[in-house]
């Protein structure tokens, strides 16, 4: 049985699936989940920064620093992985696999490029659903049932749209899953990689499941399987079939019959919204700094934040710099704030006053500044406090002085 449909997308669909009133009366019959993973994602987002990385194989590193090639591999793109580089891997192995292959390039994660790339991603694919919920820097799930009912075929083609959508904004692929729930839409969005669009209807689930061996249910691990094994199970069907009580014996009362349901296809947990717990954002100046005069540099990253606060609804309560020295070390400072903000300007007068401490701190050492970065965090939705535009008013002359 085929999964994946051949689908024409067209604007028109999405706008019409997007109307609720088309669909009223539908929704508590059954849930439509689509879940979005980005595929080799670090990886392709240094080959969109570099085009002519994508035909050779690319290895993104987490070097630990005690030597040249001591550290493990973060991912990997498709050529890589063809070879047999995969994550977690030593970065010394990936070296060895592709020993032969003079075009290899080896980068180190560049984390905060990532995660601002993931917030633009995460609002293109809310944009199609306020129930969402981003499980990790590169993979979601939303609820569409209120959007479109469920009707399977108008959820295939705004799966489609989704992955357009994020192409035409990002250039990035992903691969996209849909199904009546959480677990089947992961599933389904992991069965096709790279750039794959699966959709698996309610009454394709057993037939989906029915073969694949139990380390593909998605919650089973190692030690599960293992223990399954010794219980004669080996497929997801078998899973399925199993007597619950048994289950519960080996995995216990929650475990097992967990266990069971899954092996069905059944999965309860909503779509929901994870708190926001920081955001930050950080520039390479123009020149290595060694006093507070790049303050023009810091605008567009306060700004930037202060959109994004703004977007999401919520507000700061501490702030943070962070400074990367011209020998790559490591310099941070913090402060709590007495009321949340989410202004620009705010943002941009307590990360200044802080690398102001900062380069109080690193005038004796004459050290440079090549990196300068702000971050967040304490997020809440609270209302502004009347200090806010006490603040405010005061902030002109701090910013001209
Ligand atoms: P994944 O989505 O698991 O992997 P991926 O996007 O690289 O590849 P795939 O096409 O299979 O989805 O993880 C997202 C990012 O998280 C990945 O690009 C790098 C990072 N990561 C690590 O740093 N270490 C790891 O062990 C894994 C699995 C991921
Ligand atoms: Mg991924």
């Keep these: ?7 024409i997308c067209n604007r028109d669909d999405i706008e019409l699936a997007k109307r609720s009133d088309v669909v009223q009366g539908k929704m508590d019959s059954q849930r439509i989940v689509i879940a979005v993973d980005l595929d080799y994602f670090f990886a392709q987002c240094e080959e969109v920064r570099n085009p002519e990385l994508k035909k050779k194989p690319l290895v993104i590193c987490v070097f630990s620093g005690r030597t040249e090639i001591s550290g493990a591999v973060s991912t990997a793109n498709y050529v890589a992985r063809k070879l047999g580089v995969r994550s977690g891997m030593p970065i010394a192995n990936a070296k060895k696999l592709l020993s032969q292959n003079k075009e290899s390039v080896f980068l180190p994660v560049d984390q905060d490029y990532y995660q601002t790339v993931s917030e633009r991603l995460m609002q ?5 659903s306020a129930i969402f919920e981003q ?6 799930f939303i609820d569409i049932s209120a959007v479109i009912g469920n009707d399977f075929e ?3 083609k705004l799966g489609k749209t989704v992955k357009q959508e994020i192409y035409r904004q990002e250039k990035l692929t992903c691969s996209v899953g849909v199904g009546p729930n959480k677990l089947m839409a992961k599933m389904a969005a992991d069965f096709e990689k790279p750039d794959g669009l699966t959709i698996i209807r309610p009454n394709q689930v057993k037939a989906f499941l029915k073969p694949m061996p139990v380390r593909k249910l998605l919650g089973i691990g190692p030690k599960h399987e293992q223990k399954m094994e010794q219980l004669g199970i080996g497929t997801i069907e078998d899973l399925s079939k199993f007597d619950t009580g048994a289950l519960s014996d080996a995995f216990g009362k929650n475990l097992g019959p967990h266990f069971k349901n899954l092996a069905q296809g059944l999965d309860d947990d909503p779509v929901r919204q994870r708190p926001v717990e920081q955001l930050s954002r950080i520039v390479t100046l ?29 507000k700061c309560r501490a702030i943070g710099i962070v400074g990367i020295t011209s020998e790559l070390k490591t310099r941070s400072k913090a402060k709590t704030l007495t009321h949340p903000i989410n202004s620009s300007v705010l943002i941009l007068r307590n990360s200044a006053e802080l690398f102001r401490d900062l380069f109080s701190s690193l005038a004796t050492e004459h050290v440079r500044l090549r990196r300068a970065g702000i971050r967040v965090s304490v997020l809440s939705s609270e209302e502004l ?17």
Excluded: C, H, Y
Aim: aromatic share 8%; no cysteine.
């Design 1 to 7: 049985m085929r999964f994946t449909p051949n689908l």
């Design 385 to 401: 406090g009347e200090e806010e535009s006490e603040e405010q008013s005061t902030l002109t002359s701090f910013l001209s002085s």
């Design 135 to 140: 499980v990790s820097v590169d993979e979601a």
């Design 124 to 128: 293109t694919i809310r944009s199609f």
């Design 154 to 156: 108008v959820a295939a």
């Design 286 to 314: 123009k020149e290595d700094a060694d006093s507070f005069w790049f303050e023009e540099d810091l605008r567009p990253l306060a700004a930037d934040i202060s959109d994004r606060l703004i977007s999401l609804g919520l």
